[in-house]
């Protein structure tokens, strides 16, 4: 887990990925209390605009049931190439120009490798067909 301040988080995450390889992440961000309306905003226009990028492969957007001030991001792109691309897009510039604004502390990201195997492709039978 690593925290960053407003404008951090691209320099971190173009990182030196030799496989090449999506490196998918979770972000969580608190909005500054009383703005936390106007964050949701600034964050689904965003997610809107990512997921026609064409190196995107997931751009999802969350708020927690119980603190509404709470958003969770999960990404994912195709290679760290595409996540830089997103870094350079207006729109993504606009947001983190806006964080000193919109949220009460440092953006907290996880940087992810997928350990188990996708199974949701796989025929599904019942034991004993």
């Known amino acids: 887990m690593k925290t960053f301040q407003a404008g951090q988080y691209k320099e ?3 990182m030196d990925n030799p496989s090449h390889e999506a490196e998918p992440a979770y972000l969580s961000v608190i909005g500054t ?3 936390e309306e106007m964050l949701k905003e600034a964050l689904l226009k965003v997610v809107t605009q990512t997921h026609r990028e064409p190196g995107n492969i997931q751009f999802d957007l969350y708020q927690s049931n119980d603190d509404p001030e709470l ?11 595409a996540l830089a691309l997103h870094f350079e897009q207006a729109y993504t510039k606009e947001l983190v120009n ?8 440092p953006l907290v ?8 195997q996708d199974n ?3 025929t ?4 004993g067909q």
């Open 120 to 122: 949701r492709f796989k």
């Open 33 to 35: 209390p009383g703005k």
């Open 71 to 81: 958003f969770m991001l999960y990404e994912n792109f195709v290679d760290p190439a």
């Open 12 to 14: 971190q995450t173009n």
């Open 98 to 105: 806006r964080f000193d604004e919109l949220l009460a502390g």
């Open 124 to 127: 599904n039978k019942r034991i």
């Open 109 to 116: 990201a996880w940087r992810l490798t997928k350990i188990s």
